[in-house]
Protein backbone atom coordinates (compact mmCIF):
# COMPACT_ATOMS: atom_id res chain seq x y z
CA UNK A 1 0.00 0.00 0.00
CA UNK A 2 1.34 3.65 -0.78
CA UNK A 3 1.71 6.03 1.81
CA UNK A 4 -1.12 8.30 0.67
CA UNK A 5 -3.42 5.00 0.73
CA UNK A 6 -1.99 4.33 3.83
CA UNK A 7 -2.18 7.85 5.33
CA UNK A 8 -6.37 8.23 3.98
CA UNK A 9 -7.33 4.80 5.28
CA UNK A 10 -5.80 5.86 8.75
CA UNK A 11 -7.50 8.87 8.88
CA UNK A 12 -10.78 7.06 7.36
CA UNK A 13 -9.87 4.24 11.09
CA UNK A 14 -9.33 7.52 13.16
CA UNK A 15 -12.40 9.33 12.52
CA UNK A 16 -14.17 6.02 13.00
CA UNK A 17 -12.46 5.45 16.15
CA UNK A 18 -12.97 8.60 17.61
CA UNK A 19 -17.19 8.79 16.49
CA UNK A 20 -17.26 5.46 19.00
CA UNK A 21 -15.27 6.99 21.96
CA UNK A 22 -17.06 10.43 21.64
CA UNK A 23 -20.22 9.95 19.37
CA UNK A 24 -20.66 14.17 19.55
CA UNK A 25 -17.75 14.40 17.61
CA UNK A 26 -19.94 13.61 14.65
CA UNK A 27 -23.56 14.46 16.40
CA UNK A 28 -22.42 17.92 17.94
CA UNK A 29 -21.71 19.49 14.56
CA UNK A 30 -24.50 18.24 12.71
CA UNK A 31 -26.89 19.15 15.42
CA UNK A 32 -28.37 15.81 15.99
CA UNK A 33 -28.82 16.05 19.23
CA UNK A 34 -27.46 14.88 22.60
CA UNK A 35 -29.42 11.33 24.03
CA UNK A 36 -28.39 7.70 24.65
CA UNK A 37 -30.53 6.67 21.10
CA UNK A 38 -28.47 9.14 19.14
CA UNK A 39 -25.12 8.07 20.82
CA UNK A 40 -26.29 4.45 19.83
CA UNK A 41 -26.93 5.77 16.28
CA UNK A 42 -23.54 7.16 15.74
CA UNK A 43 -21.80 4.43 17.11
CA UNK A 44 -23.48 1.79 14.80
CA UNK A 45 -22.62 3.89 12.18
CA UNK A 46 -18.44 4.43 13.42
CA UNK A 47 -18.22 0.60 14.11
CA UNK A 48 -19.58 0.16 10.64
CA UNK A 49 -17.04 2.54 9.50
CA UNK A 50 -14.26 1.23 11.23
CA UNK A 51 -15.28 -2.34 10.31
CA UNK A 52 -14.53 -1.00 6.68
CA UNK A 53 -11.33 1.24 7.36
CA UNK A 54 -9.96 -2.36 8.66
CA UNK A 55 -11.27 -3.90 5.57
CA UNK A 56 -9.31 -1.46 3.32
CA UNK A 57 -6.10 -1.99 5.63
CA UNK A 58 -6.45 -5.82 5.27
CA UNK A 59 -6.49 -5.90 1.61
CA UNK A 60 -4.91 -5.24 -1.57
CA UNK A 61 -5.84 -5.91 -5.38
CA UNK A 62 -9.30 -6.78 -6.74
CA UNK A 63 -10.54 -7.07 -2.69
CA UNK A 64 -9.08 -3.61 -1.54
CA UNK A 65 -10.46 -2.17 -4.55
CA UNK A 66 -14.36 -3.94 -3.62
CA UNK A 67 -13.21 -2.80 -0.20
CA UNK A 68 -13.17 1.02 -0.99
CA UNK A 69 -16.01 0.63 -3.26
CA UNK A 70 -18.27 -0.54 -0.59
CA UNK A 71 -16.82 2.21 1.65
CA UNK A 72 -18.06 5.54 -0.79
CA UNK A 73 -21.39 3.07 -1.20
CA UNK A 74 -21.41 3.69 2.31
CA UNK A 75 -20.46 7.38 2.66
CA UNK A 76 -22.78 8.19 -0.36
CA UNK A 77 -25.71 6.32 1.12
CA UNK A 78 -25.05 8.53 4.46
CA UNK A 79 -24.63 11.47 2.55
CA UNK A 80 -28.35 10.87 0.87
CA UNK A 81 -29.81 10.04 4.29
CA UNK A 82 -28.60 12.78 5.90
CA UNK A 83 -29.76 15.03 3.40
CA UNK A 84 -33.39 13.73 2.97
CA UNK A 85 -33.53 14.51 6.94
CA UNK A 86 -35.03 16.69 8.76
CA UNK A 87 -31.93 18.21 10.89
CA UNK A 88 -31.51 21.76 10.92
CA UNK A 89 -30.33 22.86 7.49
CA UNK A 90 -26.87 23.74 8.88
CA UNK A 91 -26.44 20.66 10.32
CA UNK A 92 -27.94 18.61 7.48
CA UNK A 93 -25.94 20.78 5.18
CA UNK A 94 -22.54 19.91 7.33
CA UNK A 95 -23.77 16.06 7.63
CA UNK A 96 -24.05 16.06 3.44
CA UNK A 97 -20.56 17.45 3.50
CA UNK A 98 -18.67 15.09 5.49
CA UNK A 99 -20.36 12.25 3.86
CA UNK A 100 -19.33 13.67 0.36
CA UNK A 101 -15.59 14.48 1.75
CA UNK A 102 -15.37 10.79 3.18
CA UNK A 103 -16.71 9.34 0.21
CA UNK A 104 -14.18 11.67 -2.01
CA UNK A 105 -11.25 10.47 0.33
CA UNK A 106 -12.13 7.35 -0.52
CA UNK A 107 -12.30 8.12 -4.22
CA UNK A 108 -9.32 8.74 -4.23
CA UNK A 109 -8.24 5.64 -1.83
CA UNK A 110 -9.60 3.73 -4.99
CA UNK A 111 -7.66 6.01 -7.74
CA UNK A 112 -4.21 5.03 -6.08
CA UNK A 113 -5.37 1.25 -5.67
CA UNK A 114 -6.55 1.06 -9.42
CA UNK A 115 -3.16 3.00 -10.40
CA UNK A 116 -0.52 1.43 -8.12
CA UNK A 117 1.63 -1.04 -10.07
CA UNK A 118 0.46 -5.15 -9.71
CA UNK A 119 3.07 -6.88 -7.78
CA UNK A 120 4.44 -10.39 -8.34
Known amino acids: M ?3 VTGFVAATATYAAAT ?3 PSVLSGPVRLG ?3 ATDALVRAVGVRDLAS ?7 SGHA ?3 ASA ?20 DG ?4 VCVALGWAALNGVVLALRLGAPRRG
Open 2 to 4: TWP
Open 20 to 22: LVR
Open 34 to 36: ASP
Open 53 to 59: GLALVAT
Open 64 to 66: GAA
Open 70 to 89: VRIGSDLGDAVVFGLSDLPA
Open 92 to 95: RRKA
